[in-house]
T-cell receptor, first 114, second 114 residues
Framework: GENVEQHPSTLSVQEGDSAVIKCTYS??????FPWYKQELGKGPQLIID?????GEKKDQRIAVTLNKTAKHFSLHITETQPEDSAVYFC?????????????FGRGTSLIVHP | DGGITQSPKYLFRKEGQNVTLSCEQN?????MYWYRQDPGQGLRLIYY???????QKGDIAEGYSVSREKKESFPLTVTSAQKNPTAFYLC?????????????FGPGTRLTVL
C-alpha cells in the first residue's frame, strides 16, 4: 500500500516568514495530492490540492509543488500570520479497487509567533 | 446549514463496553468514511462506505463495526475487542470515491475509555 512521510513534525516561524512542509510518497501510481488544515478541536479542511499532471499550483499565500519523479510534494505558505497556526496534513490518493482512498501523512504542527 | 455532524464531542466509557459514535451528513454525499487520529499520527482509515448498505474495511478495521442503513448516517461502533480505543475519531464524506472527490470532515469525537 501507499506510505506517506511528512516533515517536519513541528515548525515554528515568526509572523511574516515563509513556511515549507514536505511530503514523500511511495506508490508511483498515486496521482492526487490534497493538503488539509486542522485547527484545534476541529476536523481537517481542504486548503489546496494538486494533480499529477501539474507541477505547481498557487492560491494567494499558499502554493503546492509536485515532483513526480522524486515522489515528493511540498506546501509553501508565504507571509505567515498567527491564524495560520494549525496542524497541516498532506495526503496521496491511491486506487483501491475502483475507488480512490487518500493515505495521510502524520501531520505538521505549524506555530506562527506574532 | 449543510455539513457533517458528529456527536457527542467528548465520550467516556468503561473498559469492556461497546460504544457507538454518531455521524450524520446533509450534503447528499454517497461516500462516507471513519478515521482514527492519535497524537503524532496521521489519519488512519477504519471503514468507508461508497453507497447505502455497502461498506469496506480500511487499514485498521479490527475491533470496529459500522452500518450504512441510510445515506445520511454512518455510525461507528467501537467494540470491546478494540485493544486501544482511546482516540480522536473523525467522520468524513465525499460526493463519491472518484479521484478528485474532496473529503469533508466532521468536528470529531474524542473517546476516552477508562
Amino acid at each position: 500500500g501507499e506510505n506517506v512521510e511528512q516533515h517536519p513534525s513541528t515548525l515554528s516561524v515568526q509572523e511574516g516568514d515563509s513556511a515549507v512542509i514536505k511530503c514523500t510518497y511511495s506508490d508511483s501510481a498515486s496521482n492526487y495530492f490534497p493538503w488539509y488544515k486542522q485547527e484545534l478541536g476541529k476536523g481537517p479542511q481542504l486548503i489546496i490540492d494538486i494533480r499529477s499532471n501539474v507541477g505547481e499550483k498557487k492560491d494567494q499565500r499558499i502554493a503546492v509543488t509536485l515532483n513526480k519523479t522524486a515522489k515528493h510534494f511540498s506546501l509553501h505558505i508565504t507571509e505567515t500570520q498567527p491564524e495560520d497556526s494549525a496542524v497541516y496534513f498532506c495526503a496521496a490518493s491511491r486506487r483501491s479497487g475502483g475507488s480512490y482512498i487518500p493515505t495521510f501523512g502524520r501531520g505538521t504542527s505549524l506555530i506562527v509567533h506574532p | 446549514d449543510g455539513g457533517i455532524t458528529q456527536s457527542p464531542k467528548y465520550l467516556f466509557r468503561k473498559e469492556g463496553q461497546n460504544v457507538t459514535l454518531s455521524c450524520e451528513q446533509n450534503l447528499n454525499h454517497d461516500a462516507m468514511y471513519w478515521y482514527r487520529q492519535d497524537p503524532g499520527q496521521g489519519l488512519r482509515l477504519i471503514y468507508y462506505s461508497q453507497i447505502v448498505n455497502d461498506f469496506q474495511k480500511g487499514d485498521i478495521a479490527e475491533g470496529y463495526s459500522v452500518s450504512r442503513e441510510k445515506k445520511e448516517s454512518f455510525p461507528l461502533t467501537v467494540t470491546s475487542a478494540q485493544k486501544n480505543p482511546t482516540a480522536f475519531y473523525l467522520c468524513a464524506s465525499s460526493i463519491g470515491l472518484a479521484l478528485l472527490d474532496t473529503q469533508y470532515f466532521g468536528p470529531g469525537t474524542r473517546l476516552t475509555v477508562l
